[in-house]
Structure formats: structure tokens, C-alpha cells
Nanobody, 121 residues
């Protein structure tokens, strides 16, 4: 019913930048929150940043001041601009959106397939 396609991951040196993008498509009536999570090897998945349909954004303490989340409601896209990347930012990054579709009575959470971000010299 809803497809999420992520792009923008890759290999970058410490101090570098990457921009992740996630596009939602399908039988979408509306989207409320959109966010990014990440999972490093041997660790649990954790919240990186979330942006609701209205109100302020929220970031993990470890990325505050370095990452910026934004969204384009007309295109059903969410972005994550990552600056001053560190080796500890290495992980698979997942897009997450809460969508109300034509087939559901309420909002449902959907996940992207994940995109690898590797920060290494």
C-alpha cells in the first residue's frame, strides 16, 4: 500500500557530509510524522531525528547541531542532511513514516529498506 524508497547513503570521510532522501508513494491520504532511525552492527535501532506534520523537530543528542531533518509535504519526501560526520555515525539508516492510507482507519507506521552510511578514512 505504501512504498518507501531511500537514497543518498555511501562512504564518506570523517568530517564530511551526506544527504539522505526518502520518498513515500502509494495510496496515501495523509502523513503525520516522518523520521530517520539507524542501526549499527550489534546495536539496537535508535531514533536519529523526527519531524511531525506540525510542531518542532526532535533529534538524538548525539546528532544535535550536526544533522538536520526536513520534509517536502507536496512530494511526500523526508530528508536528512548530515554534516560533520563521525565514524560512530556509521550505521544502516532507515526512513520511517506514519501514513493514513485509503485502506486503513488510522495511521500506520512504514519502514524503508535502509541505506548504508559508512564514515571512515
Amino acid at each position: 500500500q505504501v512504498q518507501l524508497v531511500e537514497s543518498g547513503g555511501g562512504l564518506v570521510q570523517p568530517g564530511g557530509s551526506l544527504r539522505l532522501s526518502c520518498a513515500a508513494s502509494g495510496s496515501i491520504l495523509s502523513i503525520n510524522s516522518m523520521g530517520w532511525y539507524r542501526q549499527a552492527p550489534g546495536k539496537e535501532r535508535e531514533l536519529v531525528a523526527v519531524i511531525p506534520s506540525g510542531g518542532s523537530t526532535n533529534y538524538a543528542d548525539s546528532v544535535k547541531g550536526r544533522f538536520t531533518i526536513s520534509r517536502d509535504n507536496a512530494k511526500n519526501r523526508v530528508y536528512l542532511q548530515m554534516n560533520s560526520l563521525k565514524p560512530e555515525d556509521t550505521a544502516v539508516y532507515y526512513c520511517n513514516v506514519n501514513v493514513h492510507t485509503y485502506y486503513d482507519s488510522g495511521y500506520k507506521s512504514y519502514w524503508g529498506q535502509g541505506t548504508q552510511v559508512t564514515v571512515s578514512s
